[in-house]
Nanobody, 124 residues
Framework: HVQLQASGGGLVQAGGSLRLSCTPSGRTGSRYTLAWFRQAPGKEREFVVG????????VYADSAKGRFTISRDNAKNTVYLQMNSLTPEDTAVYYCGARELPKMSLVPEAWTYWGLGTLVTVSS
């Protein structure tokens, strides 16, 4: 079983940056596939970016390309999401997800473990 602790959310002005962190605990290891999803009010949870545990390959949603960067620090057992050039459309609760399969999925239902989420609010 894996527990995920996400942090780093907050209020930022449009054009600003935030860095989110996700720290798995429990039965962890670099083999887990990790991803960030987000859910805006009244909308479904959507994939943002993910990183494979097997080879650290990364998959970005179109909305994140060029602005967001995911990285993995295996020594700290932490995954980071650096978000730049934020817009009000990025306002959402950001969730960290994990799965043992060494394969990316853009579907929330395919992910086994979830953190509680961290709120990102971007003001215009």
């Amino acid at each position: 079983h894996v527990q995920l602790q996400a942090s780093g959310g907050g209020l930022v002005q449009a054009g600003g940056s935030l860095r989110l962190s996700c720290t798995p605990s429990g039965r962890t290891g670099s083999r887990y596939t990790l991803a960030w999803f987000r859910q805006a009010p009244g909308k479904e949870r959507e994939f943002v970016v993910g990183i494979l545990g097997s080879d650290s390959s990364v998959v970005y949603a179109d909305s994140a390309k060029g602005r967001f960067t995911i990285s993995r620090d295996n020594a700290k057992n932490t995954v980071y999401l650096q978000m730049n050039s934020l817009t009000p459309e990025d306002t959402a609760v950001y969730y960290c997800g994990a799965r043992e399969l060494p394969k990316m999925s853009l579907v929330p239902e395919a992910w086994t473990y979830w953190g509680l989420g961290t709120l990102v609010t971007v003001s215009s």
